[in-house]
T-cell receptor
Framework: NAGVTQTPKFQVLKTGQSMTLQCAQD?????MSWYRQDPGMGLRLIHY???????DQGEVPNGYNVSRSTTEDFPLRLLSAAPSQTSVYFC?????????????FGQGTRLTVV | GESVGLHLPTLSVQEGDNSIINCAYS??????FIWYKQESGKGPQFIID?????DKRQGQRVTVLLNKTVKHLSLQIAATQPGDSAVYFC????????????FGQGTELSVKP
């Protein structure tokens, strides 16, 4: 198993550009989520999904959209990038959607918005 | 509100010593806690977890202690090695479940040879 795969690993955007961060998992996990990590801070939840076709907002959802058309994929879209979205983004998946099993993380996407 | 905090942002220990990393949580309804290790440039990696019906759980060189009375969590690393140098995060499952994890700020552990 590859686990959780994120692409790209690095990205530079200009303010106002849009892009999609890709996330795929091959563990047949129901639950997937996106976090952002800023310097000196823990991970903050952006959006999450408890199964295909179901998504919900996390702590910091503004400026981001998600969809979950398949169990495997959970892309994160930035519609109009802003410098405040400069961060490292992590995708995670869990077997359980009840919050009682560990989350597996991807290697992260480092995004810079100039 | 919900919060998970760490008492110390940095911890420096000598190789071979034991390390203790602390974490306070505020949501008494949380029933699942995880410790993650994050090395530079990598995603968080699972170390150990504990459920609220337990006070202690041991893994390989690591022990997690849970004190529900004071809402405190700790990670003990025995015989700390240079490879243990990383940032350590505690996390709790958020209110309402749904797989949401709330992370603390992290403690950077530095192991001196």
């Amino acid at each position: 198993n590859a686990g959780v795969t994120q692409t790209p690993k690095f990205q530079v955007l200009k303010t106002g550009q849009s892009m999609t961060l890709q996330c795929a998992q091959d563990m047949n996990h129901e639950y997937m989520s996106w976090y952002r990590q800023d310097p000196g801070m823990g991970l903050r939840l952006i959006h999450y999904s408890v199964g295909a076709g179901i998504t919900d907002q996390g702590e910091v959802p503004n400026g981001y959209n998600v969809s979950r058309s398949t169990t495997e994929d959970f892309p994160l879209r930035l519609l109009s990038a802003a410098p405040s979205q400069t961060s490292v983004y992590f995708c995670a998946s869990s077997y359980s959607n009840r919050g009682n099993t560990e989350a597996f993380f991807g290697q992260g996407t480092r995004l810079t918005v100039v | 509100g919900e919060s998970v905090g760490l008492h110390l942002p940095t911890l420096s220990v000598q190789e071979g010593d034991n390390s203790i990393i602390n974490c306070a949580y505020s949501n008494s309804a949380s029933d699942y806690f995880i410790w993650y290790k994050q090395e530079s440039g990598k995603g968080p990696q699972f170390i150990i977890d504990i459920r609220s019906n337990m006070d202690k759980r041991q893994g390989q060189r690591v022990t997690v202690l849970l004190n529900k009375t004071v809402k405190h969590l700790s990670l003990q690393i025995a015989a700390t090695q240079p490879g243990d140098s990383a940032v350590y995060f505690c996390a709790e499952n958020g209110v309402g479940g749904g797989g949401k994890l709330i992370f603390g700020q992290g403690t950077e552990l530095s192991v001196k040879p």
